[in-house]
């Protein structure tokens, strides 16, 4: 939102709209930093993603995907090890890595050890889901990348070189092909659903 925990507290807390939502939901109208954050997860809750093209091939449809989305799917699965992170119906293990992101650069974003202070998690970011990553730009918790293209460079490369560096992050081989098989299979999992989310006529004031 662009500013402070506290600065977000004291901006709703000045809406009247927000205050009697607040109350309407918590059963008291105290705006606090914890229960925004509740609300907004709640909210990223309703947004899903399903009946994508990989869905119905895997409930069954054969034909759902095309020759190359098979391919980029059997190297996504086996000589990529992209499903070392992005597995699951969701394509994530929920979990954090340090991708190198921010490690050529001065005063990297420490990701997960800002919050633990824990030396092991430092340049770690949780691993996102896939589904409709390819609507989805830019990419990387920095926004370095604007392309899906650009993401599998950098992975191909093996991410950036640092100390606490994911040990599943390795150089891979990939051609023009194996890359375009990939990024075709991406596209398979673009889904429906979150479409519907529309934003309110009239926020509270």
């Not at 901006?11 to 609300?39: H, N």
């Not at 992975?155 to 040990?167: E, V």
Request: with cysteine.
């Amino acid at each position: 939102m662009g500013m402070t925990a506290d600065g977000v507290v004291k901006k709703l807390s000045s809406i009247a709209g927000y205050v009697a939502m607040f109350a309407a939901a918590y059963g008291d109208k105290t705006v606090t930093f914890r229960r925004v954050a509740m609300a907004l997860a709640n909210f990223v809750r309703t947004i899903t993603s399903s009946n994508s093209a990989f869905d119905r091939y895997q409930a069954g449809d054969k034909t759902a995907l095309t020759k190359a989305q098979k391919r980029g799917l059997e190297f996504f699965n086996g000589k990529g090890e992209c499903a070392e992170c992005h597995e699951g119906f969701n394509f994530s293990d929920e979990k954090f890595a340090n991708l190198g992101i921010g490690f050529d650069r001065r005063d990297p974003d420490l990701g997960r050890e800002v919050v633990t202070h824990r030396r092991g998690d430092i340049g770690k970011f949780k691993v996102p889901t896939l589904r409709d990553a390819a609507r989805t730009p830019r990419f990387m918790h920095d926004g370095r990348f604007q392309t899906l293209d650009e993401v599998l460079d950098f992975y191909a490369k093996g991410g950036i070189s640092n100390p606490h560096l994911d040990t599943r992050i390795l150089p891979f081989f990939m051609d023009r092909q194996i890359k375009e098989d990939l990024l075709e299979f991406l596209q398979a999992l673009n889904g429906e659903g979150w479409q519907s989310i529309k934003p309110p006529e009239h926020l509270p004031n």
